[in-house]
């Protein structure tokens, strides 16, 4: 098993509908979760981070996260063709480092 | 600010060759990455610095060494590269390590042949 599981996708979702990405991960003793976007040849920025169970809202963007299930999840409301990436789970799995999923790709058709 | 600066940006090697690629930061910031990417592999860590003077090993050293020349600079050295190590290399910063945002560079292409 991965250490940080994501399904690689593509997802396509049409425009204005709920994109939901998912990650799992395989260390209960991790303490932060990162969500990173990757627009197609450059780097990778961050959309939010939670470190807390439950629910974190930012515009559009909501993170859930389940410690006692291991999973983090990334919801896009009113997905915009600008939102097409692929969305990068982060897990702080060992001290001082992340460990990063294999990235899922998202398009959004008009 | 220029945030997270790596040079350069494409390279071309043969078998065998050596090559450094370099990174910088001016964000005042204590850890620095570096990591690969590959199709359908994510982001795979090589080396890091969490701070000035340390480096430690990530999930994927072997054949790169690195060097944390300064608070703001940290190098990743090649020395004979190989088919294998045509990637995508992205350097990283954090305030400090684990915990905080990483600030990413716009990633060295590199292709061996």
């Known amino acids: 098993q991965k250490e940080v599981e994501q399904n690689s996708g593509p997802l396509s979702v049409p425009e204005g509908a709920i994109a939901s990405l998912n990650c799992t991960y395989s260390d209960r003793g991790s303490q932060s979760f990162f969500w990173y976007r990757q627009y197609s040849g450059k780097s990778p920025e961050l959309i939010m981070f939670?470190?807390?169970?439950g629910d974190k809202e930012d515009g559009r963007f909501t993170a859930q996260l389940n410690k006692a299930s291991q999973y983090v999840s990334l919801l896009i409301r009113d997905s915009q063709p600008s939102d097409s990436a692929t969305y990068l789970c982060a897990v702080n799995l060992w001290a001082q480092k992340l460990v990063f999923g294999q990235g899922t790709r998202l398009t959004i058709n008009p | 600010n220029a945030g997270v600066t790596q040079t350069p940006k494409f390279q071309v090697l043969k078998t065998g060759q050596s090559m450094t690629l370099q990174c910088a930061q001016d964000m005042n910031h204590n850890s620095m990455y570096w990591y690969r990417q590959d199709p359908g592999m994510g982001l795979r860590l090589i080396y890091y610095?969490?701070?000035?003077?340390?480096?430690d090993k990530g999930e994927v050293p072997n054949g790169y060494n690195v060097s944390r020349l300064n608070k703001r600079e940290f190098s990743l050295r090649l020395e004979s590269a190989a088919p294998s190590q045509t990637s995508v290399y992205f350097c990283?910063?954090?305030?400090?390590?684990?915990?905080?945002?990483?600030?990413f560079g716009p990633g060295t292409r590199l292709l061996v042949l």
């Open positions: 990283a910063s954090s305030e400090r390590s684990g915990e905080e945002t990483q600030y």
């Open positions: 610095s969490a701070s000035e003077g340390t480096t």
């Open positions: 939670i470190y807390s169970n």
